[in-house]
Every structure is written in C-alpha cells, then in structure tokens.
C-alpha cells in the first residue's frame, strides 16, 4: 500500500517540502508542495500571491494529495483572523478535501499543550509582530511577551542557528514572566533541535511553526501526527 500523500502550499518560490516533514514522518507520509514565490516576509511580499493560495491547493490536489496545508503561519494570520477562517474555507470548498493552514496549526497546538499564556520568538518585523499579537488575542491566548529578529528575506530566515534561537526563546521567556510555554512563529525558521534545548532547559513546552503545521496536518488528514523524540507536542498525538 503506498503512503498517504499530502499536499503543502509553501512560501517560497523554489516549492520544495519543507525538511521538518520528512524527519518527522520519514517514509510514513509522502509530501508534496507547490511554491507562492513571495519577495518578502511582509504583507507588501505576500500582497501579489495572496490570491494565488486556492489555486495552488486545487494543484495538489490534482496531483494526489489528500489533505492540504497552508504552510505559512504570517501569510495566514496577517489579514486577521476572519481571512485566516475565510481562506481555509476556500482552500476547502476548491478542493474537496480537509484543509488547515499554519495559523490554524499554531492555535490547535497551543491548546495542545495546554498553552493559554504564551511568550512569542518570531523572525518577524515589528509590522507583523503586532498582528501576530492581535490574532493570538482573537484565539483567547495572552502574549506575555514578544521579540522579533527582523528578518524580511524568504532565505534567510533558513539561515539562523540553532543557538540563535535557543538564546532569543529563553530572552523571550525570561522578559514574558509566567508564561505557560513559548511560541516560535515563522514556518522558515528551523527548529526542531531548538524546540528540543528549550523544553530540556526550561522544563515548559515550546512549539514552532513548521513542525506545529505538520503535526496539525497530519490530524487534518486523519493521520497518526505522533513522532517522539520531536518534543511534546510529538509525543503523544
């Protein structure tokens, strides 16, 4: 029997599978993704693809995939939270199939984890900061605190090390006084080991992004989204 495929919208325009999935899920899952080609992590980057999300998921789907995500958490929180609601919406009625986005991903998450005060780690320009803060607000949760590395460029964000993180999550929480966990935000933002040395030296737990967005879609598509050894949020889905 061949692995369940689900379909990725990714940001970038290369539209390659995000590295997370495969580490996460191995041989279990066969990804695939199809790229927005955006110029910057920004609303004037995602101004001109915005519209183009539906079309990319009704790709997917045509291409076999079971279940789509949005692989972009400031893309689909950045209009608000009734666009984020609308958009997948639309995703779903275009395609016939069970769709989430990122934003969707970062809130089951949270809950998961049973995060409702959360100290926020992002990429991001203070622009999308603030809306990250007002579409949190809108879930029900309380941002304690919040620091962005502001960074615009789709290539970049790739490249910030591992100890970059770690140091900007524990700024974070240290600044975020009783928070319940930390939020990562920017699905380009590699994170699994940093996740991983947060939970190990804060004993709170910590999600991010891209690999909040796999589990959920995972869920979205029925599937297993456990993956221990991944942080909390894997160990048990």
């Known amino acids: 029997m061949s692995a369940p495929c689900i379909g990725l919208v990714v940001p970038p325009a290369h539209g390659q ?11 279990r899952v066969h990804f695939i993704a199809r790229g927005l080609g955006i110029g910057a992590i920004s609303p004037e980057g995602f101004a001109p693809v915005v519209d183009t999300i539906v079309q990319r998921a009704v790709e997917l789907r045509d291409a076999g995939a079971q279940a789509v995500s949005l692989m ?8 608000g939270a009734a666009f984020t609601e609308s958009l997948r919406e639309a995703m779903q009625e275009a395609t016939g199939l069970p769709c989430t986005t990122m934003s969707h991903a970062i809130v089951r998450a949270l809950r998961a984890l049973g995060i409702r005060r959360v100290a926020v ?21 309380e941002v304690t605190a919040i620091e962005g590395l502001g960074i615009t460029g789709v290539e970049a964000v790739g490249e910030v090390a591992t100890p970059a993180l770690v140091e900007l ?19 380009g933002l590699l994170t699994l080991d940093a996740i991983q ?5 804060t004993g709170l737990p910590v999600t991010a992004s891209s690999p909040a967005g796999f589990w959920d879609v995972m869920r979205t598509a029925g599937l297993d989204a456990a993956s221990p050894g991944f942080g ?5 889905s």
């Open 72 to 79: 972009g958490t400031s893309l689909s929180f950045y209009r």
């Open 17 to 27: 599978v995000p590295g997370d999935g495969p580490l996460l899920y191995g041989e």
């Open 169 to 187: 999550g524990e700024r974070v929480l240290a600044r975020g006084g009783d928070a319940d966990g930390l939020f990562i935000s920017c699905g």
């Open 232 to 236: 909390r949020l894997f160990d048990a």
């Open 197 to 201: 040395a947060l939970e190990a030296r």
């Open 121 to 141: 780690a992002t990429s991001y320009i203070d622009a999308l900061n603030d809306r990250l803060v007002e579409y949190l607000r809108s879930q029900a949760f």
